[in-house]
């Protein structure tokens, strides 16, 4: 409860006045798993996640997809948790589990009673130190058809599912490891062999390639000699370095038309943004809020409330860490000619370009990001992902503070200057998906 009104007053108090940390203490195994434990006694359950430091943008030309295949194998067993294992002793005892992949890194979490934390930390110790004891072409065979069917699910039966894909390859030159899908290639999984996967496991799934959080009611002094039994002889795999790539510019204004089976035209609208961590990021972010979130915000008033001839709009600076993308996606109703979305989209950029935001407006939008930013950290999970993601990303789990001022810092000139550095007349991707048969929806270049 004490946890609960604390953020409840964070809440309400003005959003520049909140003084916001994640309390945390931090160590290191001689193998260089590097280890956060983050004590919340409010409630008695805690999160054990863990970021390894590999995602597909870690990938080669050839190899893709084998960040996200392995979010797969690593459920279906290890050298002393058998197939169906894992599941079900975390559901025995309570808890929950899942991952994710993205192109930077690949996530495992727990849930669970704070008495089941240490059945969690065996459980991950056991895959990461263990899982190639239990692989094999069966296991390896069963998760690509696995992986197939999500591709069915998720991309080519799901209404625009094939987006993402799309503006990949739009987006950066090919062999980029972001030209690719986090999913992957098919026909690369397919020539994959086990010993083709298992080496990219002994590369990047070792303890000094990953960071392990522990948040929730847990005791500091309990948990550190206990993840030294279970992680510490582990052994250290090879150093990985990060992928250093410049980040590619847009070399040419393009229109992609994709037509699916749909009933809503949709348009979006890709610009080059800025890495994760850049100083406009922040500003890119605000720009972005201003542009669709909340009934005010200056797209979707116009669109949706006062011409309704769109039924939603979204905007997002999509940083990541070798580069970043700004997106603004705007659904039609049905009929309706994307040319005039993609122009109303256009202008209201150059509206911020031409002219700073109101100083109210700004103020919205930092009190929305900060407020949504303090009602993150209200679960254990939300808390221990957010720690990992400051070690991944700048080096330091307390960065909160840091990361927040940015944000507080944003002036109205700022949103001004950023439109202008990179959205207004550069280049860009423009992406129409219409119903089968409809391309004359599509936004289409004009001379």
Not at 273 to 292: I, N
């Amino acid at each position: 409860m004490k946890r609960l009104a604390l953020l409840m007053s964070l809440a309400a108090a003005p959003a520049m006045a909140q003084e916001v940390s994640i309390p945390h203490t931090t160590f290191t195994l001689p193998n260089g798993l590097r280890v956060i434990v983050a004590e919340d006694h409010s409630t008695p359950v805690a999160a054990v996640n863990v970021w390894y430091h590999v995602g597909s943008g870690y990938e080669k030309p050839g190899r893709t997809g084998f960040a996200h295949l392995f979010e797969h194998v690593m459920f279906e067993g290890s050298r002393n948790v058998k197939e169906g294992d894992f599941d079900n002793l975390l559901e025995a005892a309570g808890g929950q589990n899942n991952g994710s992949t993205n192109t930077d890194r690949t996530n495992y979490y727990e849930i669970v009673p704070s008495n089941a934390v240490e059945l969690a930390l065996w459980l991950e110790a056991d895959r990461m130190g263990g899982l190639l004891d239990a692989f094999n072409t069966q296991k390896l065979t069963g998760q690509r058809d696995v992986v197939k069917n999500e591709r069915r699910q998720s991309y080519e039966n799901q209404p625009y599912g094939l987006l993402w894909e799309t503006a990949a390859a739009a987006l950066y030159p090919a062999g980029h490891p972001y030209s690719w899908s986090t999913i992957g290639s098919m026909a690369d999984l397919d020539s994959a062999s086990v010993e083709d996967v298992s080496e990219f496991f002994r590369m990047y799934y070792a303890p000094n390639n990953a960071t392990l959080t522990i948040a929730g009611d847990v005791n500091t002094a309990q948990i550190r000699p206990m993840v030294e039994r279970l992680f510490g002889g582990i052994p250290r795999g090879p150093a990985v370095e990060r992928p250093r790539i410049p980040v590619p510019q847009i070399a040419a204004t393009r229109y992609i038309t994709r037509e699916d089976r749909v009933t809503l035209p949709q348009v979006s609208v890709i610009w080059r943004g800025v890495p994760r961590g850049h100083a406009d990021e922040a500003a890119l972010d605000v720009a972005a809020a201003l542009l669709t979130d909340g009934k005010s915000a200056r797209l979707y008033k116009r669109l949706v409330y006062d011409q309704q001839v769109a039924s939603q709009t979204s905007s997002f600076n999509n940083a990541n860490l070798l580069s970043g993308d700004f997106w603004v996606t705007v659904r039609g109703k049905q009929g309706t000619q994307l040319d005039s979305m993609e122009a109303a989209v256009t202008e209201e950029v150059g509206r911020l370009a031409q002219a700073p935001p109101s100083a109210d407006e700004v103020q919205r939008v930092v009190n929305q990001i900060v407020t949504g930013f303090v009602s993150s950290l209200e679960t254990v999970a939300g808390k221990a992902d957010q720690l990992n993601s400051y070690q991944y990303y700048f080096g330091d789990p307390g960065y909160v503070g840091r990361d927040l001022a940015r944000y507080r810092a944003v002036t109205p000139a700022d949103v001004q200057r950023v439109t202008r550095q990179y959205l207004t007349g550069k280049n860009r991707v423009v992406i129409s998906f219409v119903p089968t048969g409809k391309t004359e929806l599509a936004a289409k270049e004009t001379d």
